[in-house]
């Protein structure tokens, strides 16, 4: 697993970038009408999925924990597809959306985490990360009725937020040496 990480850095540190900047342009225009967040959430689940997937086929051969990259690439793309498919779905649709993929998401990143462990020092960024986004979903059914800018500023802080902290997990992974694997 560490391996796998420790190759695959960069996957986090694009998922990273790309959280940061969705939450900063959310915060700068708050003004946007829901259907461009919808679009811009839509991208966003698309490309972080894409590259999820890209990092668990190229771990496949190596490591029998590319699957849990894969189902977090699978639901990242599903979630974009149909974000895409019906642009015209209400804000508590989309909340819908966006409260369970983020409490799979943050799942699957503590799962990976928990898995870290015994392997490296530092794992708590990846767990952080995953426990905010569990934290962010959770709040977003908990509050179904908020209005549409607090739930864009919601959305922009929480990307934001996990976003830095995969890009710490990425430098931190980045970092790391893998160990030789056992014979």
């Given amino acids: 697993m560490l391996t796998l990480l420790t190759k695959n850095w960069w996957v986090f540190l694009v998922r990273g970038v790309l959280a940061v900047l969705f939450g900063l342009m959310a915060f700068a225009w708050p003004g946007l009408t829901l259907a461009t967040l919808i679009l811009f959430f839509g991208a966003w689940a698309l490309v972080s ?107 922009a802080g929480f990307a934001v937020v996990f976003g830095v902290l995969l890009v710490i997990a990425a430098f931190r992974l980045k970092k790391l040496q893998p160990r030789p694997m056992a014979a």
Avoid: N
């Fill in 49 to 155: 999925g894409i590259f999820a997937i890209v990092a668990a086929f190229s771990a496949a051969k190596q490591h029998s924990g590319w699957w849990v990259l894969l189902l977090q690439g699978l639901l990242g793309i599903c979630v974009g597809v149909l974000t895409f498919w019906m642009p015209g779905i209400t804000a508590l649709s989309l909340l819908w959306y966006l409260a369970f993929w983020s409490i799979f998401t943050g799942i699957m990143e503590i799962v990976t985490a928990i898995r870290l462990r015994k392997e490296i020092q530092g794992e708590g960024w990846i767990m952080l990360a995953g426990t905010a986004s569990v934290v962010f979903g959770l709040l977003l059914l908990a509050r179904p009725g908020a209005g549409a800018l607090a739930l864009i500023t919601l959305i």
